[in-house]
């Protein structure tokens, strides 16, 4: 078991994640925050869905998954239609422009993680992914568990490499 001062170095070392996702946020589109870049992701990976299944995946609250999915259908990006098995329900799908924008989304996450990291090892990268994966197990993420182990890299993935 760790000892205090090790979860006191991990809680400095979390606390600066900030950073490092304000550096990623910067190269997402204008139009792009994070929020809807991972709603894309997520719609992506799991297809169709109602708005509480995405809730759900994000971990967040149903009003800020719906700013999220509003920005996203405004830009043209994901198409909502009538649940057929509960017509109060909608179902969320991204479409083929939310598809080109999340390549354009992954292919900039891509490069800048490989400038930034370009002195990092491939075993090390290949670490950090375990070692983030299991950190959010730890969590309780959603998302860790309802995919198999291959499938739970981050946004940098294309469609092309699933």
């Not at 700013?67 to 043209?76: C, E, I, L, S």
Request: proline share 4%.
């Amino acid at each position: 078991m760790a000892t205090q001062s090790h979860y006191e170095e991990l809680a400095r070392q979390l606390s600066a994640i900030g950073t490092v996702k304000r550096g990623l946020g910067r190269v997402l589109p204008a139009d792009c925050p994070s929020g809807s870049a991972v709603v894309l992701m997520l719609l992506d990976r799991y297809g169709e869905m109602r708005m509480s299944r995405l809730a759900e995946l994000l971990d967040i609250d149903m009003s800020v998954t719906s700013r999220h999915v509003a920005h996203v259908a405004n830009r043209g990006w994901v198409d909502r239609k009538p649940d057929p098995l509960d017509r109060r329900s909608r179902l969320l799908s991204i479409n083929t422009s939310g598809r080109t924008l999340l390549g354009q989304v992954s292919e900039r996450y891509t490069n800048a993680l490989a400038s930034c990291l370009s002195d990092w090892s491939d075993e090390d990268v290949d670490r950090l992914n375990e070692l983030l994966a299991r950190l959010r197990t730890s969590f309780g993420d959603t998302r860790s568990r309802a995919l198999p182990q291959q499938a739970e890299s981050s946004i940098t993935r294309t469609p092309s490499q699933r």
